[in-house]
Each structure stands twice: as structure tokens, then as C-alpha cells.
């Protein structure tokens, strides 16, 4: 199944037009951004690849602001190891999925692979990609699900939290004073080239 959504920012005052593909196997996603923030005009490109489980084992990142161009990519085992540069990224031992500050796509990771029931919450470690500071890092975040389409994410330690809306596919609808979502269809544009 293939499904094209358009995502606009609030904050980041961006567009995204992202295609995921899923299927037995996993799920693979391309996605592009566009936009301006705190006076810097931004490019982003994604790609993501899950297992079955929706554990991540791949993510690129190629981004363009500030008078610079950056190229991310990890490859994981979907358990939490990760290799980047053709070397073991032990800063990153625990991290199952990641998460990328311009898009909303990223919470869908977990949502999909953690399958909370009501009222359940689980804490987690993510690879977090703060691309307009051109950082990353280990960070813990909680999911709690509130409904079969709201889920209250929170940073760990506290400094911020919010309640987003889903579909029943778990990709995000409303994600307050942050990401909408514009528009999604099914489609069949086949796979995108992978990244170089």
C-alpha cells in the first residue's frame, strides 16, 4: 500500500510531501520539506526503511540551509545498534526509532511498533535529528495512547509535550502549533531511486 501525504508547518512554516510504502515486509519512506525558519530557507530529504515490526533499520537525511549542505545516514539492526560511517555508533546503543525535528512523519514510528493499548504509556530512546543546529543525539520521550487516535508525546526531562492526532494508520493528522495535515491519497507511484 502506498500513501502520498502532505504535511504543512506551523512553526517551521514548511511544506512536506511524503510517500510511504508498506507492506509485509516493512516500510519504506521518501519524503521532501521546504521551508523557512528563523530566517534560514531549508531543503530536507529523507529516507526511512522498518522491518516488519516497524523497528527502523535505515534513515538519510540530506539537508541545505545556512549556506551548507549535510548528509546523514545510519543503518540499524531494528533492535537498537547502529553503524554510521562504516563504524559502530555505540552513542546510539538502545535507540530503536528516530526522530526528526522538521517532520511529523517520525512519530509514527513508534506509534506503529509500540501498538499501545488505552491508557498505556511506554518511555523510549530515540536517534534525534535537530537539523537546523545541525545536531544529533540519544533522547528519551514517552508515548502514552489517550484514544484509538490521540497519543500524548512528551520530552524526558519535561520541557515539552503535546497530543497529537492520528489516523488509523497512525500517521499523524494534528500535531497542535506544529505540523496539520493538508492532504493524503492512495497512490501507486512505484518506489523512489534510493539516495546516492
Request: aromatic share 12%.
Amino acid at each position: 500500500m502506498q500513501t502520498n501525504i502532505l504535511w504543512t508547518g506551523r512553526e517551521y512554516y514548511s511544506l512536506e510531501n511524503c510517500l510511504i510504502n508498506t507492506s509485509e515486509t516493512g516500510a519504506e519512506i521518501a519524503s521532501t520539506i521546504i521551508g523557512s525558519y528563523q530566517g534560514k530557507i531549508y531543503q530536507v530529504a529523507y529516507e526511512i526503511k522498518t522491518n516488519a515490526h516497524w523497528e527502523t533499520v535505515f534513515v538519510a537525511i540530506r539537508s541545505r540551509h545556512s549556506n551548507q549542505m549535510q548528509t546523514i545516514q545510519l543503518q540499524g539492526d531494528g533492535k537498537g545498534n547502529w553503524v554510521m560511517d562504516g563504524k559502530e555508533a555505540e552513542q546510539f546503543n538502545g535507540c530503536i526509532d528516530v526522530d526528526i525535528s522538521l517532520t511529523p512523519f517520525t512519530n509514527t514510528l513508534p506509534i506503529r511498533r509500540l501498538k499501545l493499548q488505552n491508557q498505556q504509556e511506554q518511555v523510549i530512546q530515540v536517534v534525534y535529528f535537530d537539523l537546523m543546529e545541525q545536531r544529533m543525539a540519544p533522547v528519551r520521550q514517552q508515548y502514552r495512547r489517550l484514544s484509538a487516535t490521540e497519543y500524548r508525546y512528551e520530552n524526558i526531562p519535561n520541557d515539552f509535550e503535546s497530543n497529537i492526532v492520528v489516523d488509523e494508520s497512525g500517521f499523524v493528522v494534528d500535531y497542535p502549533s506544529l505540523f496539520v495535515r493538508s492532504a493524503a491519497i492512495k497512490t501507486a507511484y512505484g518506489l523512489p531511486a534510493a539516495f546516492n
